[in-house]
């Protein structure tokens, strides 16, 4: 009953920039915890950002001052402004919305930072 469409992906080089987004659609009546999660090949998923229903945010120690998690609330979309790219953030990464009864999750989008 929810979707989330996740888009921004890409190749960039290292310190470059991109910014990911998240629109999520369905029966939403609220404002719902969101992350957003990356896996690279033969890794655990790991958590990046994250954002509460209140605006709170929280990082990766890896990503802190790079990476910025916000939200469009009227549109239920998230995004991730990621900056300073480096190879080891290529990964697939995720968006994850936190409702009370499920977890709805993204399909992923890629992220490949060449050196």
């Known amino acids: 009953q929810v979707q989330l469409v996740e888009s921004g992906g890409g190749l960039v080089q290292a310190g470059g920039s991109l ?24 890794k655990q998923r790991e958590l990046v950002a994250a954002i509460t229903s209140g605006g709170s945010t929280n990082y990766a120690d890896s990503v802190k001052g790079r990476f910025t998690i916000s939200r469009a609330n009227a549109k239920n979309t998230v ?19 936190t409702m009370l009864i499920h977890d709805y999750w993204g399909q992923g989008t890629q992220v490949t930072v060449s050196s």
């Open 19 to 42: 910014r990911l987004s998240c629109a999520a659609s369905g029966s939403i009546f609220g404002i719902y915890d969101m992350d957003w999660y990356r896996q690279a090949p033969g």
């Open 79 to 97: 995004y991730l402004q990621m900056n300073s790219l480096k190879p080891e953030d290529t990964a697939v990464y995720y968006c994850k919305m």
